[in-house]
């Protein structure tokens, strides 16, 4: 009898398998329902402290622009958003194009169209959680809360962390690449990542990122207007850094910024998993909108480099010629069978 168990309960193929395949089975089951019982929990909490914050704040951006109100600025009859200067002083503090990016569910009903963004919200981070369990469901498990929080708010950073587990297992293809340039767009910070996908020394991945960024870009000055598009790079560099940025614990005002910049520049000097994980220690560490729960979670990226790569390249293929992707699917299945069959 064959079993074919799912990757995230057995883990990478290692040699020592069959003799512990067992034991780690139960320990990763333990873990998962660790991870979704106090995920589960967290995204309880956010969403009874105010239903989905940040999706709201975008869905009335989106419902400023279509009655032509000020973007950045609130009008009578607008939604309310609560405002906390110095730290931000206007009712959206991302690029126009991710208000832009909801003008379409703002014509549908409220309710509708904020459950479309949770449950595609959910699905996409529900898929990258369980990729990065598959490798390290530890370090999932500890993170547990801060994933729960994020995906609770709304916040497209949400989509952010999908999308870089994407950009690393699939980082021969160029679509991942391309989805970095579109969040780019919309949230500005993961541009952090521009200095890795230069290390991969392969040129369609930044042509794809430009591509993306800038046609997204044109989308937001096309649905926003040329003058919210020029009042956003003032509005950003005028809001103080957040109460849990280094600046802010620190009292360095530069310091965020500073160590930002050095980030990109170190990733430079570094190689495939080194400079992934600086990226994203550069994102979420020196981010001057604060490391936080829901930030901090993406710590968790920095496990990712661990696993195998999910490769579909005519290049990266063993003596046998199979990818290594399919050769670590064989060699999942043949432990299932050892297992089954003591």
């Given at each position: 009898?064959?079993?074919?168990?799912?990757?995230?309960?057995?883990?990478?193929p290692?040699?020592?398998?069959?003799a512990?395949?067992?034991?780690r089975?139960?320990?990763?089951?333990?873990?998962?329902?660790?991870?979704?019982?106090?995920?589960?929990?967290?995204?309880?909490?956010?969403?009874?402290?105010?239903?989905?914050?940040?999706?709201?704040?975008y869905?009335?951006?989106?419902?400023?622009?279509?009655v032509?109100h000020?973007?950045?600025?609130?009008?009578?009859?607008?939604?309310?958003?609560?405002?906390?200067?110095?730290?931000?002083?206007?009712?959206?503090?991302?690029?126009?194009?991710?208000?832009?990016?909801?003008?379409?569910?703002?014509?549908?009903?409220?309710?509708?169209?904020m459950?479309?963004?949770?449950?595609?919200?959910?699905?996409?981070?529900?898929?990258?959680?369980?990729?990065?369990?598959?490798?390290?469901?530890a370090?999932?498990?500890?993170?547990?809360?801060?994933?729960?929080?994020?995906?609770?708010?709304?916040?497209?950073?949400?989509?952010?962390?999908?999308?870089?587990?994407?950009?690393?297992?699939?980082?021969?293809?160029?679509?991942?690449?391309?989805?970095?340039?579109?969040?780019?767009a919309?949230k500005?910070?993961?541009?952090?990542?521009?200095?890795?996908?230069?290390?991969?020394?392969?040129?369609?991945?930044?042509v794809?990122?430009?591509?993306?960024?800038?046609?997204?870009?044109?989308?937001?000055?096309?649905g926003?207007?040329?003058?919210?598009?020029?009042?956003?790079?003032?509005?950003?560099l005028?809001s103080?850094?957040?109460?849990i940025?280094?600046?802010y614990?620190?009292?360095v005002?530069?310091?965020?910024?500073?160590?930002?910049?050095f980030g990109?520049?170190?990733?430079?000097?570094?190689?495939?998993?080194?400079a992934?994980?600086?990226?994203?220690l550069?994102l979420?560490?020196?981010?001057p909108?604060?490391?936080?729960?829901?930030?901090?979670?993406?710590?968790?990226?920095?496990?990712l480099?661990?696993?195998?790569?999910?490769s579909?390249?005519?290049?990266?293929?063993d003596?046998?010629?199979?990818p290594?992707?399919?050769?670590?699917?064989?060699?999942?299945?043949s432990?299932?069978r050892?297992?089954?069959?003591p």
């Amino acid at each position: 009898m064959r079993i074919m168990m799912p990757r995230a309960l057995v883990g990478e193929p290692n040699q020592s398998w069959p003799a512990t395949l067992r034991w780690r089975v139960v320990w990763r089951m333990a873990l998962a329902v660790w991870t979704v019982s106090v995920g589960f929990t967290f995204v309880l909490r956010a969403y009874q402290h105010s239903r989905f914050p940040d999706a709201f704040t975008y869905f009335a951006a989106a419902k400023r622009l279509n009655v032509h109100h000020l973007l950045y600025q609130l009008s009578p009859g607008d939604l309310p958003i609560v405002l906390n200067p110095p730290y931000w002083s206007v009712p959206l503090l991302s690029p126009p194009f991710m208000a832009v990016a909801w003008r379409p569910l703002v014509y549908i009903p409220f309710r509708l169209g904020m459950d479309i963004w949770m449950l595609v919200l959910a699905a996409t981070m529900l898929w990258a959680i369980y990729q990065v369990f598959a490798v390290a469901p530890a370090a999932v498990a500890l993170a547990a809360p801060g994933l729960g929080y994020l995906l609770g708010s709304g916040n497209v950073h949400g989509y952010l962390f999908a999308a870089l587990v994407a950009a690393w297992l699939y980082r021969d293809r160029t679509w991942p690449s391309a989805l970095l340039g579109v969040l780019t767009a919309a949230k500005i910070m993961p541009v952090v990542f521009l200095p890795w996908l230069v290390t991969e020394r392969r040129s369609r991945l930044l042509v794809a990122y430009f591509a993306a960024a800038a046609i997204c870009t044109v989308v937001g000055v096309l649905g926003a207007g040329l003058e919210a598009t020029l009042q956003y790079p003032g509005i950003m560099l005028s809001s103080k850094p957040q109460p849990i940025s280094l600046s802010y614990l620190t009292g360095v005002s530069w310091l965020s910024p500073g160590l930002t910049v050095f980030g990109m520049v170190a990733t430079l000097f570094l190689r495939d998993g080194r400079a992934y994980q600086m990226a994203v220690l550069t994102l979420v560490l020196f981010n001057p909108s604060g490391i936080g729960l829901a930030g901090g979670s993406l710590l968790v990226l920095l496990a990712l480099p661990r696993g195998i790569r999910w490769s579909t390249s005519p290049m990266e293929t063993d003596t046998d010629s199979r990818p290594v992707r399919h050769q670590a699917v064989a060699q999942r299945q043949s432990v299932a069978r050892v297992s089954a069959n003591p």
